[in-house]
């Protein structure tokens, strides 16, 4: 009878936990649309915070510390995961999330700060530019699938400072955008996360892989519905 009584009471327990969870759940997609899209910053979740920062209104500045970075394997053969990461929850399937960042104090090599959506540390992706040296810099995005990123990049002129993205989902596909004037975007990349079906966290990051540390700016956070329209050429394949 004792045991019978013990296995209720565990039940109980875990039946209550997840109960709790799922009523903990706030939906930052669904809040930000029923608020007109405004993206509230003081509700986003850090998962690993970075060596300073702050909140002004609509406005937060990041200061990321030295040898912070993502990176799973590819080519370099090492993991590195401690880059600071804010981001919001949401179980919404399509719409778009942008951001207007500032790196003017970047200086050192791969200074960087952007959009990302990390789910754990092998299944994330990440839109940036990355500062090189005085002369250029890289404009460009990793998608990590399964424990090994790959990375996309095109030189852009070092005097760039600001940089606008729009990242996008349909399902478990997603897209990054960026612009320099918040109006018109350029597609960066296209994407499959295979961990990316149901809920995600996306958000901003910021970090310094080397001997470094930047303050980075980040405004104008949005929801929208989802800007990256469904394709009007060739139809699906019948699987």
Known sequence: MKKVITAIFLSLIMTSCRYN????????????LNDGGKVDIE?????REPLDFSIDGDTLTVTTAPHTDLWQRTYYHFR?????????RTREKYFSFTVKTDFT?????????????YLDSENWLKGSVEYENEHFQHLG???????YSDWATTAIPADVKTMWYRFSRRNDDFCIECSTDGVTFSQMRICH???????IRFGIYACSPEDSSFTAVFTDLRITECMWKAHDGQQPDEE
Request: glycine residues 8%; proline residues 2%.
């Open 43 to 47: 509700l986003l979740e850090w998962t």
């Open 141 to 147: 995005s990793v998608v990590t699938n399964n424990g």
């Open 21 to 32: 969870s799922e009523s903990a759940f706030v939906d930052g997609v669904t809040q930000a």
């Open 80 to 88: 590195n995961d401690n880059a600071p990461v804010l981001q919001m």
């Open 193 to 199: 996360i295979y961990k990316g079906a149901e809920e």
């Open 105 to 117: 104090q970047s200086h050192h090599r791969f200074d960087q700060c952007g959009i990302v959506m």
